[in-house]
């Protein structure tokens, strides 16, 4: 479930949309393959303001007792989510982010074979997460998330049961915590983005080693399936 994550080229649209200074990533770098434990772009809300920053990807929740742990929490299941123990305080707290990326690399269960998952329109997408913050014994602070999935829709069902949470933009000032919200209302948005407007591919299995990150890994070794053809 979404083990792998393609960083945007092109941000401006992403800057426009989400009306966030890009800038103060400082020098940064698109990706093809960026793997759990490696920092990715996430937005979040700080005292009404959205803010861009870049958090590790693998939840460490603050009660945790080593760093460790976040290698396995890389997403969560949004089933329950606010009564799961390790995910409650980050819940309670408020702290819900946006990912982003343009596309990611799901394995087909029957074969291993990766398929690129993306918008129809090959846009910038943005999955609903969790973050939270620890400090280690040694004073040192890291902010890390998990994205959160749900069922699989139609088209990605061919290959798996499971899939990021993809947030419209309508649904943006609410997750953020920029309008006041109830937790029934939250937890109705973590369902299957349709279907008709994603698209998938299979790829090369370079992509299965994290060393590889090229923009090649993208190239399709076969037919873009949409709905209509799953």
Known sequence: MCGRAKLPEDVSELKLDLKIDWDKLGDYRPK???????DLPVVISSQGMRALELMRWGLIPASAKDAKVGRSIINVRAE?????????????????????ADA?????KTDRQPFAVA?????PMTFAGLWDSWQSREGVMIRSF???TTRANELLATIHDRMPVVLAADHWPAWLGEVDTTDNDLKAMLTPYPPERMTM??????????RNDSPDLLDPIGEALTVAQA
Request: proline share 8%; charged share 25%.
């Open 201 to 210: 591919w299979p790829v090369d299995k370079r992509v299965g080693n994290v």
């Open 146 to 148: 998990a994205i959160i």
């Open 119 to 123: 918008l129809e329109n090959r846009g």
């Open 80 to 100: 329950g989510i606010d009564r799961q123990p390790m995910l409650r305080s980050a819940w309670q707290n408020r702290r819900r982010c946006l990912v982003i």
């Open 104 to 108: 990611y690399y799901e394995w087909r």
């Open 32 to 38: 093809w393959n960026a793997p759990p434990t490696t």
